[in-house]
């Protein structure tokens, strides 16, 4: 791991948070938003990761935890919510307390026209499939939302998705 | 269209003859027929998920029971449809590598429950070798009821993750009335594992 990486320091922050919560399976379909964290995940003994073809597993493998009562998270990037609604529908009518973490492109100065659409769309389709949503526009939010997220999809029990916007991320250029 | 071989295993009494001891196992199953012939099979029992919706999600909410119960033996029961909906699931198996997954797909090359369209396996389609190719350690596929005694020991002795493909005839499932209330057989499967699994980590 590059210590040097810019997201090294709320990534451990973050990983810690996730890690004393109980969460031991880290499902990922890469991103820089969430490689330094997913890095950590590989290196703790208490945690595994998961590469995934396409995010809408994630949400069936963190149910799949939950049925023997474990706990799991998906982390990608916002376009991968929209691989998402059908999936989620094991968040919204099953009640699986389904955890994401949401790296955002198409939001605070994205240059790239791709990102948009799907950017616009991640907080209506995760109001819309029944996920709560804590962002974080600031480094000072990161460790509120990070365990508001935790405690609602632990004993609170509702799905509910960390959101990074491209304010606190950075835009990268393109 | 290519033809796909014929198959002459019946779909209604495969799974008891696969599954003698159900109540070992923990059973994930994909929507429609398969849901019917697991819930039959387990009497809808609290080991069991039946989903009727979420096509494609079985395989990887069936990988996130194997990772997360390694201790036990967890089996998918799904159909070709649905095993083709979600089919990078498999490469993510294969990536995970599970030695307590099991994955049996009964392809009647159809889709039953939305009125008997064609499916890709009737055609050039082959399931087994899509999964040879993602990587999965142990496959195989059945067409005929003498090769049954060989799909018993392949599910008890090949190493896992194993996919076993069952070519069905294209009856009906087993009539078996399950539970469509999602939450609720979520709250049963829960309650029924943390009960006679002494987890000490259950936090809900």
Redesign the interface.
């Known amino acids: 791991m590059n210590p040097d990486h810019p997201n090294a320091e709320w990534s451990a922050v973050m990983f810690d948070i996730l890690r004393d919560a109980g969460i031991g399976l880290f499902t990922h379909v890469p991103d820089h938003g969430n490689d330094f964290l997913i890095a950590l995940a590989m290196e703790h003994n208490d945690t595994r990761t998961l590469l995934l073809t396409s995010e809408e597993e994630g949400v069936a493998i963190c149910a799949g935890a939950d049925l023997v009562g474990k706990r799991a998270i998906l982390c990608m990037q916002s376009s991968g919510v929209g691989n998402c609604p059908n999936y989620l529908s094991l968040a919204k009518g099953a009640n699986f307390p389904i955890l994401m973490m949401i790296t955002m492109r198409g939001d605070y100065g994205e240059q790239n026209p791709w990102q948009y659409p799907m950017g616009e769309a991640v907080d209506s389709i995760l109001e819309t499939m029944g996920v709560l949503n804590f962002k974080v526009e600031r480094r000072d939010e990161l460790e509120k939302a990070t365990l508001a997220a935790v405690d609602a999809s632990g004993k609170g029990q509702k799905p509910a998705a960390i959101v990074l916007s491209q304010k606190f991320l950075g835009a990268k250029g393109f | 269209m290519v033809k796909a071989p014929k198959a002459n295993i019946d779909r209604r009494d495969i799974l008891p003859q696969l599954f003698p001891k159900p109540e070992d196992w923990?059973f994930?199953s994909g929507l429609a027929g398969a849901s019917c012939d697991a819930a039959a099979l387990t009497g809808n029992g609290p080991n069991l998920?039946t989903m009727a919706?979420?096509?494609?999600?079985?395989?990887?909410?069936?990988?996130?029971?194997?990772?997360?119960?390694p201790d036990?033996d967890v089996a998918v029961i799904n159909g070709d449809g649905e095993m083709l909906m979600?089919i990078?699931?498999l490469?993510?198996v294969a990536?995970?590598q599970p030695q307590n997954m099991t994955i049996v797909c009964q392809d009647n090359s159809m889709h039953r429950e939305t009125g008997n369209q064609t499916g890709h396996t009737a055609g050039a389609t082959n399931l087994e070798t899509i999964a040879q190719g993602a990587g999965i350690i142990s496959t195989m596929t059945i067409f005929e009821p003498d090769e049954i005694p060989a799909a018993q020991a392949f599910l008890a002795d090949a190493p896992g993750p194993r996919f076993l493909v069952v070519r069905i005839l294209p009856t009906m499932p087993c009539d078996f009335k399950r539970n469509f209330n999602?939450?609720e057989?979520?709250v049963n499967?829960?309650r029924h594992?943390?009960e006679n699994?002494n987890?000490s980590?259950?936090?809900?």
Request: hydrophobic share 45%; charged share 10%; with cysteine.
């Open positions: 923990l994930v998920y919706g979420t096509m494609g999600a079985a395989v990887p909410m069936g990988l996130g029971l194997a990772l997360s119960a036990r979600g990078g699931s490469v993510t990536t995970a999602m939450a057989c979520r499967f829960r594992f943390l699994n987890s980590d259950n936090r809900n």
